[in-house]
């Protein structure tokens, strides 16, 4: 099966920025990055699908116009540039994929994905 590997996190100062990556070790179709900080429910942040002109993002309004989400299909990588970061985005950061085809139904339901990376965390300090 398909692994991913996610880096980038790090501890920040508010205001800050950070860019966060994803490996996989085979081909994935729709890709997405999740967080959970301690006593939540993971969340869903971003999400991408598609290619070249046809590739389409969504994000969830607590990072709109501050995240973006991005992807090289020929390295098989997905990436979460974060700008101006908040102590509330401090979380453990989860890289999410499909490899059996692209998600149709809510991309921010975690079992949309059937495969999952360990986590890397980002804090934010104020």
């Known amino acids: 099966q398909v692994q991913l590997v996610e880096s980038g996190g790090a501890s920040v100062q508010a205001g800050g920025s950070l860019r966060l990556s994803c490996k996989a070790s085979g081909k994935i179709f729709t890709k997405a990055w999740f967080r959970q900080s301690s006593g939540k429910e993971r969340e869903g942040v971003a999400h991408i699908m598609g290619a070249g002109g046809g590739t389409r993002t969504t994000y969830a309004d607590s990072v709109k116009d501050r995240f973006t989400i991005s992807q090289d299909n020929d390295r098989n990588i997905v990436y979460l540039q974060m700008n101006n970061l908040k102590p509330e985005d401090s979380a453990m950061y989860y890289c999410?994929?499909?490899?059996?085809?692209?998600?149709?139904?809510?991309?921010?339901?975690?079992?949309?994905?059937?495969?999952w990376g360990q986590g890397t965390q980002v804090t934010v300090s104020s």
């Open positions: 999410a994929a499909e490899d059996r085809g692209w998600v149709v139904g809510d991309w921010r339901t975690p079992e949309s994905y059937n495969i």
